[in-house]
């Protein structure tokens, strides 16, 4: 994909993340770390974590970061693991970010991450972004065709949305959609974005 989209995501997500008021930051499946160095230069953001299950990516992460092993109480820290799993430690963060990321579940796995992001986490706030099945078409690419080998499935606009907004009810927060990226008037902006608010 275009890599002008690949930094408008970067910079949506940064902006709403600064204009939250959010000090506490969690990046799940946070890759080589682009969202993290861009977020480590936030000056609000008092503790910032990465969640990475791919150690080469992980690794990387840590290098751009000039990061060794986590150290406890580190402003930044750059966590070995997978958001499908429960992590206790990262329960109470302000907000959270899934970019480009739940694409790559197992459709029958996203309870898992439902369960351990919006039951145990709970942050504030939920930042989530996937690609808008949709737009292929305007990127050139067939029917069925997917924009990543590595992705599991590409979601219309409704089968997001009936997705979030299933999350939202069962796990007690509020859901508002929006894309990203150049908006054709017949089929949207070809990444689209929800952002989750708790209830209470």
Known sequence: MPTDLHEERLDTVVSEVRA?????VLDLGCGTGELLMRLAAEPQITRLVGLEINGASRDEARNALGLGFPVPGARVEV?????EELHPGL?????????????HVEPDRLSRVERAVFGQMRPRE??????NQE????HGMAPGERRHPGHRFEWTRPKFQQW?????????????FSGIGPPDALR?????????????
């Open 20 to 24: 939250s008021g959010a000090r506490t």
């Open 79 to 83: 966590r070995s693991g997978s958001y």
């Open 91 to 103: 329960a109470g963060f302000d907000a959270a970010v899934l970019l480009e990321t739940i694409e």
């Open 126 to 131: 939920v930042w989530v972004t996937t690609p």
């Open 135 to 138: 737009y292929n078409v305007l």
């Open 164 to 176: 979030a907004q299933g999350v939202a009810l069962r796990a007690g927060y509020t859901v508002t």
């Open 188 to 200: 949207g902006s070809s990444t689209q974005a929800a952002r989750f608010r708790r209830v209470g």
